[in-house]
């Protein structure tokens, strides 16, 4: 089994774990942090996926949201995995979440080299590959070439006051530059989307490595761009995330978020 059908495979089967607590009704959530919360599919969801990678590929390195000890590691080949995005949405009963699932390895300087995402309410699978092109449910998808101010741009609120403030800030200044803003509460989702040409570009200045690390080879390989949200080229340490369908809306976008951030 190729590590991209090892990705989709594992995705859709995480998938259905959280879809069937969902749909029972039966999540249950504890606190995590200020303003965030982590539930036991979180936790199960990982613990599968982990399980499904140190059996098929026992000597590979994992960094996951809800193991993370503020080391990420680094090692040949690296598993990034976020068990559950979107997990507040999750909670309250809204079907905006996903699983998301890269693999990096060295000689890519730790970029995505395969990657898979799959929202199991809304049945989308996103794939890609390095160099091989990207898909939604095994169809090819390419990033839209709308400028921004016929698109929709999308941005996840921060938990955190002071990168919801900087995105705010950023709204406002971008605003007669877009069509409309949206917010889906789901960065991996959100970043699919402006892979599969829905929107023209999304930003979120609090984001994770687990959070965008599939979804920023999807985008590139549909044809879009990634950053974080000063412009910066970005890596594994990267908090934040901007993406766009060209070059010229994600320099508009990092523009007027970047100076916003104060850290």
């Known amino acids: 089994m190729t590590e991209l059908e090892f990705a989709k495979k594992t995705c859709l089967q995480a998938g259905r774990l959280l879809k069937q607590t969902f749909a029972s009704g039966g ?49 040949e080949r690296l598993w990034v995995v976020d068990p559950l995005d979107g997990t507040v949405n999750y909670e309250a009963g809204l079907p905006f979440y996903c699983t998301s699932i890269a693999l990096a390895n060295s000689t890519a300087s730790y970029q995505p080299i395969v990657g898979a995402v799959y929202a199991p309410v809304l049945e989308e699978l996103y794939a890609a590959e390095k160099g091989k092109g990207a898909f939604l449910n095994g169809k090819a998808i390419r990033a839209s070439q709308r400028p921004l101010r016929e698109g929709l741009v999308s941005i996840t609120m921060s938990k955190d006051r002071e990168n919801m403030l900087a995105s705010t800030q950023a709204m406002r200044e971008l605003h007669s530059k877009v069509r409309r803003f949206r917010s889906i509460g789901s960065i991996a989702i959100e970043s699919c989307g402006v892979a599969s040409g829905r929107f023209a570009a999304m930003f979120n200045p609090g984001g994770k490595p687990w959070d965008s690390a599939a979804a920023n080879l999807i985008i590139s390989e549909a044809g879009g761009c990634y950053s974080d949200c ?4 970005w890596t594994l340490e990267s908090t934040g995330i901007a993406a766009a369908n060209a070059q010229e809306n994600l320099k508009a976008i990092t523009n007027a978020i970047g100076k916003h951030l104060k850290h």
Not at 230 to 233: A, I
């Open 27 to 75: 999540v249950r959530a504890s606190p995590k942090g200020r303003n965030d919360i982590v539930t036991q599919a979180d936790k199960a969801s990982q613990e599968m996926i982990f399980n499904a990678i140190r059996k098929q590929f026992p000597g590979d390195a994992l960094l996951g949201e809800e193991s993370f000890n503020g080391n990420i590691p680094r090692h």
């Open 230 to 233: 000063r412009g910066e080229p």
